[in-house]
């Protein structure tokens, strides 16, 4: 998403992230997020990746409007997609969800005139719901940047954007 951002800003663009009912209420490790130190789980792992997201997307869409591009020029929005019958569905539940051809909430928020102008936003069936609470915590928010610039220093930087040159 952020090394395709000039090109986002370019035209009318959407930004669609896909979060998780799944997701954790609040990062309780962030020294040990690789689980170095802690015993592996990987429904926590996938919680709280899931809660990244939801947290991505409200720092994205709130970056993109403290640096003036409106709704009318871009957006970016969560959503869980649902219970969908995936691989990793089947091996952990067995086939509980919906058919992957029915999965189209992606759709929709990418497309839909109702959502156009929607931004920072998180959706459950195609209604906004609100994520956990984490996602709206500003300093909890500023702990992942942490992290991303510290992973990713490259794609973080594309969204300062004085010093990248998008402003």
Known sequence: TSMLLPQLLQRKSRIVIASSISQCGSIRHWE???????????HG????????????????AKRLEE????TDQITCNCL????VNTKMLFAGWG??????EDALDQTWLCSDDEVEDTTGEYFVWKSSRRASGSAYEQKERDKLWKVVSDIA???????????????
């Open 67 to 70: 640096a003036g591009y409106g």
């Open 32 to 42: 040990d997020l690789q689980y170095a130190s802690r015993s592996f789980s990987a």
């Open 45 to 60: 792992s996938y919680s709280e990746s899931k809660l990244f997201d939801a947290m991505l997307s409200m720092e994205f």
């Open 95 to 100: 086939p509980c969800g919906i058919d992957v």
């Open 153 to 167: 220093p490259k794609a973080a930087s594309m969204w300062d954007f004085k010093s990248s040159g998008l402003e």
């Open 80 to 83: 869980d997609p649902g219970t």
